[in-house]
Antibody, heavy 122, light 108 residues
Framework: EVQLVESGGGLEQPGRSLRLSCAASGFIFDDYGMHWVRQVPGKGLEWVSGINWNGAAMDYADSVKGRFTISRDNAKNSLFLQMNSLRAEDTALYYC???????????????WGQGTLVTVSS | EIVLTQSPGTLSLSPGERATLSCRASQSVNSNYLAWYQQRPGRAPRLLIYGASSRATGIPDRFSGSGSGADFTLTISRLEPEDFVAYYCQQYGSTPLTFGGGTRVEIK
């Protein structure tokens, strides 16, 4: 059974940093691209960032480019999101999501974690 | 960036009725790489449809996807009580990945 468990969320002040983690199990982690998608409670879904199977390729939404960094540790079946220069508009539930295709990381998203809540406020 | 517009924003129907949800793209979606997700309150989204018309594992056959180019549809043939929730489309044919704003199906 695929499991994605996020951690690292919490309350942080504007301008500060947070590091999100996602522990993956139940599939061959280094066969798949991974993504972060966020959702303001009660609102829609926003893709944040994605990374390919070996970490050599990644992409970001314009809203986080230059502030967030995605990475992965295949030896530990883990995905990360380093969030710097946080803004109030980064407040959201952050989901760790598995790409559905093994051949490309730009894919539909077939398994989602339960999310970790990030709140940016002074 | 491809903008996805979902309509209607809210759909009011009764159990047993047919639901038709629309997702329109600002430009053609490469290879019809369009997915649909269902999201229940307080839960993570669940993949329903990928490649515009392929049902994900375990999805009941009352859910079907159709369309091509820039115009896509999710149809729920007979609404069950658990289907009255939110639905999102997503394109993965080009960067960045984008989602539609969602359609909420509510009980009339």
């Amino acid at each position: 059974e695929v499991q994605l468990v996020e951690s690292g969320g919490g309350l942080e002040q504007p301008g500060r940093s947070l590091r999100l983690s996602c522990a993956a199990s139940g599939f061959i982690f280094d066969d798949y691209g991974m993504h972060w998608v966020r959702q303001v409670p009660g609102k829609g879904l926003e893709w944040v960032s994605g990374i390919n199977w070996n970490g050599a390729a990644m992409d970001y939404a314009d809203s986080v480019k230059g502030r967030f960094t995605i990475s992965r540790d295949n030896a530990k079946n883990s995905l990360f999101l380093q969030m710097n220069s946080l803004r109030a508009e980064d407040t959201a539930l952050y989901y760790c999501v598995k790409a559905g295709h093994s051949s490309t990381w730009y894919s539909f998203l077939d398994f989602w974690g339960q999310g970790t809540l990030v709140t940016v406020s002074s | 960036e491809i903008v996805l517009t979902q309509s209607p924003g809210t759909l009011s129907l009764s159990p047993g009725e047919r639901a038709t949800l629309s997702c329109r793209a600002s430009q053609s979606v490469n290879s019809n790489y369009l997915a649909w997700y269902q999201q229940r309150p307080g839960r993570a989204p669940r993949l329903l449809i990928y490649g515009a018309s392929s049902r994900a594992t375990g999805i009941p056959d009352r859910f079907s996807g159709s369309g091509s180019g820039a115009d896509f549809t999710l149809t729920i043939s007979r609404l069950e009580p658990e289907d009255f929730v939110a639905y999102y489309c997503q394109q993965y044919g080009s960067t960045p990945l984008t989602f539609g704003g969602g359609t909420r199906v509510e009980i009339k």
